[in-house]
Protein backbone atom coordinates (compact mmCIF):
# COMPACT_ATOMS: atom_id res chain seq x y z
CA UNK A 1 0.00 0.00 0.00
CA UNK A 2 1.28 3.39 -1.16
CA UNK A 3 -0.05 6.42 1.33
CA UNK A 4 -0.19 10.28 -0.55
CA UNK A 5 -1.25 13.45 1.31
CA UNK A 6 -1.13 16.86 -0.38
CA UNK A 7 -0.48 20.11 0.80
CA UNK A 8 0.15 23.84 -0.49
CA UNK A 9 -2.99 24.61 -2.21
CA UNK A 10 -5.12 27.64 -1.57
CA UNK A 11 -6.26 31.06 -2.63
CA UNK A 12 -3.89 33.03 -5.20
CA UNK A 13 -4.76 35.83 -7.88
CA UNK A 14 -4.85 35.33 -11.82
CA UNK A 15 -0.96 35.27 -12.74
CA UNK A 16 0.48 34.12 -9.32
CA UNK A 17 1.88 31.00 -8.66
CA UNK A 18 1.68 28.21 -6.06
CA UNK A 19 3.68 24.66 -5.26
CA UNK A 20 1.90 21.42 -4.48
CA UNK A 21 3.26 18.96 -2.59
CA UNK A 22 2.33 15.45 -2.39
CA UNK A 23 4.15 13.25 0.53
CA UNK A 24 4.41 9.62 -0.49
CA UNK A 25 4.54 6.92 2.36
CA UNK A 26 4.53 2.86 2.57
CA UNK A 27 5.67 0.70 -0.02
CA UNK A 28 7.18 3.39 -2.36
CA UNK A 29 9.94 2.23 -4.51
CA UNK A 30 12.05 3.30 -7.97
CA UNK A 31 8.95 1.63 -9.67
CA UNK A 32 6.61 3.75 -9.13
CA UNK A 33 5.04 6.80 -11.73
CA UNK A 34 3.96 9.72 -9.69
CA UNK A 35 0.89 11.97 -11.53
CA UNK A 36 -1.31 14.69 -10.06
CA UNK A 37 -4.90 14.71 -11.64
CA UNK A 38 -7.36 18.12 -10.64
CA UNK A 39 -11.32 18.11 -10.83
CA UNK A 40 -14.14 20.63 -10.92
CA UNK A 41 -17.67 19.81 -9.67
CA UNK A 42 -19.58 17.58 -12.82
CA UNK A 43 -16.51 17.76 -14.80
CA UNK A 44 -14.39 14.10 -15.12
CA UNK A 45 -10.76 13.83 -13.36
CA UNK A 46 -8.38 15.33 -15.91
CA UNK A 47 -4.72 14.78 -16.06
CA UNK A 48 -2.31 17.35 -15.41
CA UNK A 49 1.36 16.12 -14.72
CA UNK A 50 3.20 13.01 -14.27
CA UNK A 51 6.72 11.83 -13.37
CA UNK A 52 8.80 8.63 -13.14
CA UNK A 53 11.00 8.03 -9.74
CA UNK A 54 13.24 5.90 -11.71
CA UNK A 55 14.30 8.14 -14.05
CA UNK A 56 12.64 11.40 -13.78
CA UNK A 57 10.89 11.59 -16.99
CA UNK A 58 8.18 13.87 -16.86
CA UNK A 59 4.68 14.36 -18.92
CA UNK A 60 2.25 17.30 -18.77
CA UNK A 61 -1.75 18.05 -19.83
CA UNK A 62 -1.67 20.35 -23.08
CA UNK A 63 -3.93 22.48 -20.78
CA UNK A 64 -0.48 23.44 -18.48
CA UNK A 65 2.68 22.94 -20.37
CA UNK A 66 4.98 25.38 -19.67
CA UNK A 67 3.06 26.85 -16.58
CA UNK A 68 3.52 23.87 -14.81
CA UNK A 69 6.57 21.74 -13.75
CA UNK A 70 6.33 18.37 -11.50
CA UNK A 71 9.59 17.26 -9.97
CA UNK A 72 10.82 15.11 -7.28
CA UNK A 73 12.59 14.91 -3.74
CA UNK A 74 13.98 10.93 -3.41
CA UNK A 75 15.50 11.47 -0.39
CA UNK A 76 12.37 12.58 1.39
CA UNK A 77 9.43 10.61 -0.97
CA UNK A 78 7.83 14.26 -2.18
CA UNK A 79 6.71 14.92 -5.58
CA UNK A 80 5.93 18.95 -6.58
CA UNK A 81 3.74 20.85 -8.88
CA UNK A 82 4.99 24.18 -9.09
CA UNK A 83 2.27 26.15 -10.80
CA UNK A 84 3.18 29.68 -12.37
CA UNK A 85 0.64 31.73 -14.50
CA UNK A 86 -2.10 30.18 -13.02
CA UNK A 87 -5.63 31.01 -14.87
CA UNK A 88 -8.84 31.27 -13.03
CA UNK A 89 -9.40 28.20 -15.33
CA UNK A 90 -6.98 26.24 -13.52
CA UNK A 91 -9.26 26.33 -10.76
CA UNK A 92 -10.15 22.78 -9.20
CA UNK A 93 -9.31 20.08 -6.35
CA UNK A 94 -5.98 18.71 -7.45
CA UNK A 95 -5.02 15.12 -6.26
CA UNK A 96 -1.79 12.93 -6.17
CA UNK A 97 -1.85 9.59 -7.94
CA UNK A 98 0.98 6.70 -7.96
CA UNK A 99 0.65 3.38 -10.17
CA UNK A 100 3.82 1.07 -10.95
CA UNK A 101 3.99 1.91 -14.23
CA UNK A 102 1.05 -0.89 -14.86
CA UNK A 103 -0.78 1.63 -17.42
CA UNK A 104 -0.55 4.89 -19.26
CA UNK A 105 0.37 7.86 -17.62
CA UNK A 106 -2.43 9.72 -18.03
CA UNK A 107 -5.85 7.46 -17.35
CA UNK A 108 -7.09 7.95 -14.42
CA UNK A 109 -7.80 4.33 -13.40
CA UNK A 110 -4.64 2.83 -14.41
CA UNK A 111 -3.75 4.81 -10.78
CA UNK A 112 -4.66 2.93 -7.47
CA UNK A 113 -3.35 4.87 -5.24
CA UNK A 114 -5.04 8.42 -4.56
CA UNK A 115 -4.47 11.37 -1.91
CA UNK A 116 -7.64 13.08 -0.83
CA UNK A 117 -7.08 16.02 -2.52
CA UNK A 118 -5.75 20.07 -2.07
CA UNK A 119 -8.41 22.86 -2.84
CA UNK A 120 -6.89 25.10 -5.73
CA UNK A 121 -8.59 28.59 -6.25
CA UNK A 122 -7.15 31.48 -8.44
CA UNK A 123 -9.72 34.41 -8.90
CA UNK A 124 -9.68 36.76 -11.40
Known amino acids: QVQLVESGGGLVQAGGSLRLSCAAS????????MGWFRQTPGKEREFVAAINWSDSMTYYGDSVKGRFTISRDNAKNIVYLQMNSLKPEDTAVYYC?????????????????WGQGTQVTVSS
Open 26 to 33: GRTSRSYR
Open 97 to 113: AAQRYSGSYYVVGDYPY
